[in-house]
């Protein structure tokens, strides 16, 4: 019998570790999640929840691809059934885009968007019938966002990608859903404003990660290819449509 399985990349912090945490809680059916980050020790952690789905942790670093064939080999040998592919990890880097460092700046287009895009690719031709493709885009790919434009313009990517996406995968009976949060509370924000101060209204709209995931959770289940926790990102979710982008953009700003 072909085992069925999550895939969670981001698996470390944040909200791929809270999708581990609802995920192992809601799906008893499942019999592994494979959890993907650098950081082992932290992975290793999560073997120690109460439930009886087996945690098997894979240390990556998505920046290098040369570190997907370990994973590619493990899906060819073991052939499983994935129902959840959730890929959470991600950053961002606050700044002048010039002030920026070269890592940073080619960092975030090689693990928003390549690693993301490579992560769906390989898992994709194991994914079965029913399953969910959760992808973290942010409500920074609504609008450009001067300061935070590289990160913005990954997650439009990831937005657009995960909408089209959707499309193809209807007759394998597959969602897709993009995710797109305003500010969150996790590590993220350590890493991004690590050069900078945090915006009062940031601090002010703050949601929590398990908040975030289980709206994606539900979302997901009725079919909905975007989910956008809380009222005031869906409120920046319509600005952006009803209005030009260049006053939608100074409006938020
Ligand atoms: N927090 C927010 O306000 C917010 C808002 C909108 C969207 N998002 C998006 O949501 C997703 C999850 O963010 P989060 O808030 O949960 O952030 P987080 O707590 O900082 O978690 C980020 C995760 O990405 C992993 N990661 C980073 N670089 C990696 C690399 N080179 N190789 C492998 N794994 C790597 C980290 O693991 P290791 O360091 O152990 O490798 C960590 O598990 C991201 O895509 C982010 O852009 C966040």
């Given amino acids: 019998m072909r ?4 895939i969670v990349t ?9 999708f581990i ?5 809601r799906y008893s059916f499942l019999d592994e999640v494979w959890v993907i980050a650098r950081r082992m020790d932290r992975l290793e952690e999560l073997k120690s929840n109460n439930s009886k789905i087996k945690i098997v942790p894979m240390a990556m670093d998505l920046n290098d691809m040369s570190q997907f064939l370990e994973l590619e ?3 060819k040998e073991e052939k499983p059934k994935v129902f959840f592919l959730v890929n959470s990890a991600g950053f961002g880097s606050v700044g002048l885009f010039e002030d920026l460092d070269e890592k940073d700046v080619a960092g975030m287009i090689d693990i928003n968007c390549r690693a993301l895009t490579m992560m769906t690719y390989k ?4 994914m079965a ?3 969910y493709i959760y ?3 942010s409500s920074a790919a609504f609008v450009p966002q001067p300061k935070f434009g590289i990160y913005a313009a990954t997650k439009s990517f990831v937005l657009s990608f995960s909408k089209s996406l959707n ?10 859903v993009a995710i797109c949060p305003g500010p969150v509370k996790t590590e993220f924000f350590d890493l991004a404003y690590e050069k900078t101060n945090i915006k009062m209204y940031k601090l002010l709209v703050m949601a929590k990660p398990e908040k975030v995931v289980e709206k994606a959770l539900k979302d997901g289940a009725n079919k909905k290819s975007v989910s956008v926790y809380g009222l005031p990102m869906k409120m920046v979710q319509i600005l952006c449509k009803v209005f030009p982008w260049d006053f939608a953009m100074k409006f938020i700003r």
């Fill in 129 to 131: 019938k029913g399953a």
């Fill in 167 to 176: 499309v193809e995968l209807k007759d394998r009976h597959i969602q897709v």
């Fill in 73 to 75: 080999n493990k899906l």
């Fill in 21 to 25: 945490k609802q995920i192992t809680m």
């Fill in 123 to 126: 898992v994709l031709p194991f």
């Fill in 3 to 6: 085992k069925k399985i999550a």
């Fill in 10 to 18: 981001g698996a470390s912090s944040g909200m791929g570790r809270e």
């Fill in 135 to 137: 992808q973290f885009a």
